[in-house]
């Protein structure tokens, strides 16, 4: 847990919670002290998935929708998809 901490630069407490969060929103697992991404269904895989590509073409405005309000967060992520008339 140190390590992940110090690559995060953050605390193992923050660490540990963010893992402890993460397994119980069904995206990781942990054994014998390893954890490792594995969403728990199809379904939940996809979304992940879905929201990697956004971000890989939309990087400010999908952190922009993760982490605002909800209202402002679902506006931001459906303004990310919108085309621009030039």
């Given at each position: ?55 890989a073409k939309f990087p400010v405005a999908t952190v922009q929708a993760i982490l605002g309000t909800p209202k402002e967060s679902a506006q931001l992520f459906a303004d ?7």
């Amino acid at each position: 847990m140190e390590e992940l901490a110090r690559e995060l630069r953050s605390s193992v407490g923050i660490a540990t919670n963010v893992l402890g969060e993460l397994g119980g929103a069904g995206l990781v697992t942990e054994k014998d002290g390893l954890y490792r991404y594995e969403p728990s269904n199809t379904e939940l895989r996809g979304v992940v998935e879905e929201v990697a590509e956004a971000y890989a073409k939309f990087p400010v405005a999908t952190v922009q929708a993760i982490l605002g309000t909800p209202k402002e967060s679902a506006q931001l992520f459906a303004d990310a998809f919108r085309i621009k008339k030039d």
